[in-house]
DNA sequence: GTATAAATATGACAAATATCATTAAATTTT
DNA sequence: AAAATTTAATGATATTTGTCATATTTATAC
């Protein structure tokens, strides 16, 4: 099994302030794993007894609400650390964790983290910066989902999602989503989402080509996401 | 000025994993403030260099759209702390935090907080637990806000103020907000917000005097609050 | 490669929600 | 206590968004 030492991917989170024999450490009780497209890493109300390091791949975060309409939350890529937020709170995990393409993650033990957070105070204050940060982030999501119109959310999400997965050679933002997952991203009817799709297109602040868009005009989608 | 040893206020927070000389030294470098109700604790955008400790008194923490309306994103009353988030992230403040009535706060400077957390794991952990809880409690909220209906939200919303706030001797719930407030927490317009709450008292399941609202059959309100 | 299913697109209509206007009630100021 | 201001309430109407129906395109299975 490949060593954590000598993995790349940590730079992006709070693994990379772990030396190297505390990273040998995790290397000894870690589990590397594939997610199948499709599949889930977590499911909502499970529990989970360790953090999940994503090496590639791209996922959704979604909740289930009440009404059996999927909720996506977020979304995540390779470089990024899941589980986290379930471990410190000793909560259930709240969100599904969907695989969008074929994922390798690896997995280290609950216990491991916990030692580690005693141990190396800037670990542990690295993962606090981290949900800091994603606390500030949900914040600003539910004042835009409740005030925003579909319109603005829906310019919103693009911008967003071509900032997280950037764009191919073509352009065209880097992931690839349904229709109906970019209406559960912005809470709105898939058919809503089609027709508001249709209208940036029209208006040439988009291009579309199957599944695939492109932001042809960034400056107007940017003032369509605040209303104007 | 009262001492941190001995203020009770600090069993509903992450200060009652100090032990009393960790106290003490807070107590030292502590100030304590009063804010006048409709005045701010906090201004979203501004940078604090610490955390408050709610002693006594109820807040709202608010962001302020592009539109120029206000969300309320969440209800504080004593015994919380604020500010944690923003110092662990290292980013300004995300939220105007406004005092609902006169309120009793104190101020630990933000080199304190971090040499605790880096000397008391178990006030770190104690930290991350309360953000970690926030972070699932917001992404709860973003589902909601994108997907449940208004009178759903604000069904939602009133079975939370009740259970954060309490009731008084008659029942009433135990917080005082203008009905444009109740708007802005649910995010719809003023003239809605009104109406629903008008229907929700001709089918009984609330009784209104004035800005005081009461909670007569909670079982309906929870039905109403899941869409049936 | 054809059949089958799933996803996308679009029109017609219904429901939810916002906006504007006006009146009534409550609160604050003088 | 009266006047002025703010807040609450309610009707009328406009706008936004959702739902249902159906056609078309795309993807998947055989």
Redesign the interface.
Known sequence: MSKCTQCIIKRFNSLHKLNHDELENFSEHKTSLIIKKGENLMTEGHTINGLYCIKDGKCKLT?L???G?E?I??FVKGGDILG???I????PV??NVTALEDMHVCFIPKGDI?DM??QN?QF??S???N??????E???????????PVKDRLAETLLHLENIFGTDKEGYIDVILTREEIANT??TATESAIRLLSNLKKDQVIDLSGKKIKITNKNALNNIS??Y
Chains 1, 2 share one sequence.
């Open positions: 909740k609400n009440t009404n309409k909720q939350i977020k986290h937020r379930s410190l709170s000793d909560e709240g969100l916990l957070i005693r105070s542990s204050l993962l606090m910066k949900i800091s940060h994603q606390l500030n949900a914040n600003t999501s539910i004042s835009q989902m409740a005030q925003k912005i809470g605040e209303g």
